[in-house]
T-cell receptor, first 113, second 116 residues
């Protein structure tokens, strides 16, 4: 079945630095790639997503890039702030009518002040 | 507009006991999901309901059953709880993808279940 691998599992950066989290997927029919942020003790929430017909999407300090040939996509956070500290999950949706998401195992990002 | 709600927030069960986790959404979404979240394992899909009247197994369905009671409500039942089912359970819902193709899922606050 579809598999999404996410790296690294933990990431520590200094405030103001950039952070990059990478995911690879196995199903070439995948066409939608969201990123969710989960703060400690809270529910996951969508922060950005990208469809397969787009190579990059930006929203203020966060961006997502997609390389369909290599089957990987990445989350980029610039000018990190302490409130960016959370667990980040990538996911994809396999092709077809289903809207079922397959999640990566998560990255714990710690932004050191 | 409460979004997705779940009850209870916390539960402790003894091995072999049964319980039902309740989930409701007020966003008129067609699809609903149940996930479990364990350390280092991410969010794993237990069961989902693409639309009212249908349910399908996800990655880890063993030991669970679900009921899509109506469009708003989707319950998860543990018939005979086991310590391996100790986890945080999240319910989520989503609309059918529109022209923009968003599959955004909205999550409930979660239920922390401990089985002793």
């Amino acid at each position: 079945g579809e598999n999404v691998e996410q790296h690294p599992s933990t990431l520590s950066v200094q405030e103001g630095d950039s952070a990059v989290i990478k995911c690879t997927y196995s199903d070439s029919a995948s066409n939608y790639f969201p990123w969710y942020k989960q703060e400690l003790g809270k529910r996951p929430q969508l922060i950005i997503d990208i469809r397969s017909n787009v190579g990059e999407k930006k929203d203020q300090r966060i961006a997502v890039t997609l390389n369909k040939t290599a089957k990987h996509f990445s989350l980029h956070i610039t000018e990190t702030q302490p409130e960016d500290s959370a667990v980040y999950f990538c996911a994809d949706v396999t092709g077809g009518a289903t809207n079922k998401l397959i999640f990566g195992t998560g990255t714990l990002l710690a932004v050191q002040p | 507009n409460a979004g997705v709600t779940q009850t209870p927030k916390f539960q402790v069960l003894k091995t072999g006991q049964s319980m039902t986790l309740q989930c409701a959404q007020d966003m008129n979404h067609n699809s609903m999901y149940w996930y479990r979240q364990d350390p280092g394992m991410g969010l794993r899909l237990i069961y989902y309901s693409a639309s009212e009247g249908t349910t399908d197994k996800g990655e880890v369905p063993n030991g669970y059953n679900v009921s899509r009671l109506n469009k708003r409500e989707f319950s998860l039942r543990l018939e005979s709880a086991a310590p391996s089912q100790t986890s945080v359970y999240f319910c989520a819902s989503s609309a059918l993808p529109g022209a923009e193709g968003s599959y955004e899922q909205y999550f409930g606050p979660g239920t922390r279940l401990t089985v002793t």
